[in-house]
């Protein structure tokens, strides 16, 4: 290995700007593909979105209403638009989050001017105005082409107002469906998922596991999709993090069930926070706050592993997906910004989290096959920010971006000799990567370098694989805590890569810090 490294290390920085300023202190990796031998199937789900109201999450995000100046279709941004389908997003879980176990429906059909406002409580106690609503959010997610993901309200809603929403939603030659037609949308909705609560453990309610569990019942029978030949998947509120108590309950009592209630999915909510409440800094922090968090992201692997353990014993055929419909880094708020509107900068860091959590997901493909991260547009760890008229992408946008060719790609063994990056005692695996095939027969590699201060000459061993060129992108930063704003919009952008394949074989060298794609072509 150290031998096939040297010899091609000045051909490797002459081909690849992956290495620019990056040959001192370079370390060595090496991997192998198995590409004969391909595994699960990686959900596109698992590339989903999440979009609370909360902040400015969807007003100025997502709705600044027909009437204004920013350039929109029936009030929603089509930059944000724009963006959101070139990244393909399969999914998107709405009105929440907390928010969603305070929403009434009902408030938010019929004309705007006579939809009755609210409070926000959970997210900085503003106004709620009710202006994007059911009609608006599936018109959204048409826009994108993406699939709706929506929470019924078990905290302070019944079993009869969920069961009321969904068929307002799906059916055909009803009371609610004429309804439906008079506000506009003669057609009946596909929903492809139907969240029964949103963390009823905590901010849902504070319910035990057998208490939800007699809700979930209820919920369930009465969830009723009326669109003939559409298929919706219910999702039962699972685990906060490493709490098993949700994932034992329910997961037995599906095992024993009845007939008349079902769910095909369970939630796990796990976010990057390094300590409560969150404090640590989106910008201008150091290598001890970025080791930790990288650290704790990493951990992600284990928590996915003893839940799936239990559902495993409940559920030998997998047939339950685990749904990690709250992910994410969850910072200290942008100084000056409301505390309650989660808004926080986006950084290197969080690209990097991005990639290994992806690569985790991957690798559980087998009982992961939906994961929302937290959230889309400027709450949390977004995709997108705006001000006004002006929208930014961020570093995790472009890993989105960058990991599109894995959606629906078949898993292909990985073995690795990662090296290790170190910083005080945490002791993490230099290099990640995963592999997958296309359903066009394509071979696509992602690696990621988590050693803020060394480059990684990478030899690949690619056995079995016909090709001579690999094409794609690599992210990276000048510094771990590198932004894009709206002044400097690229500072942390993706560059194209070009390589040579010879003899099976690819060397080349990843920068410090770095998230690459790569697909091989004959």
């Keep these: 290995m150290k031998y096939l490294y040297s010899s091609v290390t000045a051909l490797v ?10 040959a001192e202190a370079t370390k060595a990796a090496s991997l192998t593909l198995d590409a004969s031998k391909p595994g699960a199937t990686i959900d596109r789900h698992i590339f989903g979105q999440f979009a609370e109201h909360l902040g400015h999450g969807i007003y100025e995000g997502v709705w600044v209403g027909p009437t204004s100046t920013i350039p929109n279709t029936r009030g929603i941004r089509n930059d944000v638009v724009a963006a959101l389908k070139a ?37 900085g106690g503003v106004v709620e105005p009710n202006t994007f609503g059911t009609h ?25 107002e969920s069961a009321e929403w969904l068929e307002y939603l799906t059916a055909e030659n009803t009371v ?12 009946p909705y596909k929903v492809a998922f139907w969240g029964i609560g949103n963390e009823s453990w905590g901010c849902g309610g504070a319910m035990s596991a057998d208490y939800y569990l007699s809700q979930l019942k209820l919920y369930s029978r009465f969830s009723r999709n009326y669109l003939n030949g559409q298929k ?34 369970l939630s796990l909510h796990s976010y990057t926070v390094n300590g409560w409440p969150p404090a640590k800094k989106a910008t201008g922090f150091g290598e001890d706050d970025y080791a930790s968090f990288i650290k704790e992201t990493v951990g992600m692997d284990d928590l996915i ?73 400027n709450v949390l760890q977004a995709m997108i920010l ?61 690696l990621t370098n988590v050693d803020p201060n060394a480059a990684v000459g990478i030899a690949v061993n690619l056995p079995d694989v016909h090709a001579s060129t ?34 099976n074989k690819l060397a080349f060298t990843l920068a410090p810090q770095s998230v690459t794609v790569l697909g091989f072509q004959p």
């Design 13 to 22: 920085l002459a081909l690849c700007p992956i290495a620019a300023g990056a």
């Design 87 to 123: 990244i393909k997003v399969p999914v998107v879980r709405w009105p929440g989050g907390c928010f969603a176990d305070e929403y009434h429906w009902r408030n938010g059909i019929g004309p705007a001017d006579k939809r009755r406002a609210g409070l926000n409580p959970n997210w």
């Design 136 to 160: 608006e959010f599936m018109d959204f997610v048409e826009q994108i082409g993406a699939e709706a993901y929506i929470s019924a309200n078990v905290g302070t809603g019944t079993p009869q």
């Design 176 to 187: 609610l469906a004429q309804e439906r037609a008079a506000n506009g949308h003669p057609a």
């Design 232 to 265: 919706m998947q219910q999702i039962a509120v699972g685990p906060d993090g490493g709490k098993t108590e949700y994932t034992e309950t329910i997961m037995k009592a599906w095992r024993d069930k009845v007939w008349s209630w079902n769910i095909d999915g």
């Design 305 to 377: 592993k003893t839940h799936s353990a239990i559902m495993d014993k409940y559920d030998p055929a997998k047939k339950i997906s685990l749904v990690v419909d709250e992910w994410g880094s969850w910072l200290a708020p942008t100084p000056g910004s409301k505390p309650g509107f989660l808004m926080q900068q986006n950084s290197q860091r969080d690209a990097i989290l991005t990639a290994l959590n992806f690569n985790i997901f991957a690798r559980h493909a087998d009982r992961v096959r939906m994961t929302n991260i937290a959230q889309m547009v």
């Design 386 to 446: 705006t001000d006004k008229e002006r929208m930014l992408l961020t570093p995790t946008y472009h890993v989105f971006k960058m990991y599109v060719p894995f959606h629906d790609a078949k898993l292909v063994p990985v073995s690795i000799d990662a090296g290790t990056y170190a910083f005080g005692d945490i002791r993490l695996p230099r290099v990640d990567a995963i592999a997958a095939i296309d359903k066009n027969g394509k071979l696509w590699l992602a």
């Design 470 to 503: 690999a094409l794609g992108e690599t992210l990276t930063a000048p510094r771990i805590d590198a932004v894009n704003t709206f002044e400097a919009p690229d500072v942390v952008t993706p560059k194209a890569v070009k390589l040579s394949v010879s003899n």
